[in-house]
């Protein structure tokens, strides 16, 4: 009888260590959650168009897209009024293909893109140091900012036109190669395409000249 107490003892004993060892393993891995793994795992994410996290971390060497999100926009376009929902709608899709464009362009070179609705963005310099970045109190629509790991941020408002755009990443990310950019093109539903056969080509001795 004594013999299976103390075997049962033994095992209730290793059973509770055990536990208690498995419990400090994962409180343990908990707490090793720092900058940089929060980075791998936005990086990671990245290899998706849109990055929409509350605060997106952003390591050197990177070209931030930023704009409203689609919420934020009609939220915006319901304020200015419909006057001018057709100039913000059209270059709101261009700015996002423009930045589709430019992902797309920089995937062998050494500068990451990323494009995001996230309102606030901070960016890890070389010396570990954290610059924070808020949209919405810096009360912008758009823009692209550069980030080359050093203790300043190059932020461009609005939609860049594409060889400035080529130029700036060139200069500023000192690349050698060429960097071929897609046109972007954008159809709106505002625009009217006029049917071929409804065209009238009149003869130029028919035409009246005041």
């Known amino acids: 009888m004594k013999t299976i ?9 290793t059973f509770y260590s055990c536990n ?19 980075i791998k795992k936005n990086n990671d994410s990245n290899d998706n168009f849109v990055d929409s996290q509350d605060v997106l971390y952003v390591k050197p060497n ?11 926009f009609k939220q915006f376009i319901h304020r200015t009024g419909k006057q001018s929902e057709w100039d913000f709608e059209l270059i709101y899709k261009r ?8 992902k797309e362009a920089l995937k062998n070179e050494k500068v990451h893109s990323i494009y995001t609705f996230s309102p606030k963005i901070a960016f890890i310099t070389e010396k570990d140091d954290t610059l924070f970045f808020d949209r919405k109190e ?27 755009l080529i130029d700036r990443i060139k200069n500023y ?15 709106s539903v505002y625009q009217k395409v006029i049917k071929k056969d409804t065209i009238v080509k009149l003869i130029p001795d028919t035409v009246k000249t005041p």
């Open 5 to 13: 107490v103390l075997v049962t003892f033994i095992a209730l004993l």
């Open 20 to 38: 208690s060892n498995h419990k400090d393993k994962q409180e343990n891995s908990t707490s090793e959650i720092t900058v940089d793994s929060i």
């Open 62 to 72: 990177t070209l931030v897209f930023f704009s409203l999100s689609n919420k934020e």
């Open 95 to 102: 700015f996002k293909k423009q930045a589709k464009n430019t």
């Open 138 to 164: 810096n009360d912008l629509f758009l823009g692209q900012i550069f980030f080359n790991g050093k203790d300043t941020l190059d932020i461009e408002e609005g939609l860049m036109k594409k060889d400035s």
């Open 173 to 187: 990310f000192s690349l050698k190669e060429e960097i071929n950019i897609k046109q972007t093109v954008i159809h």
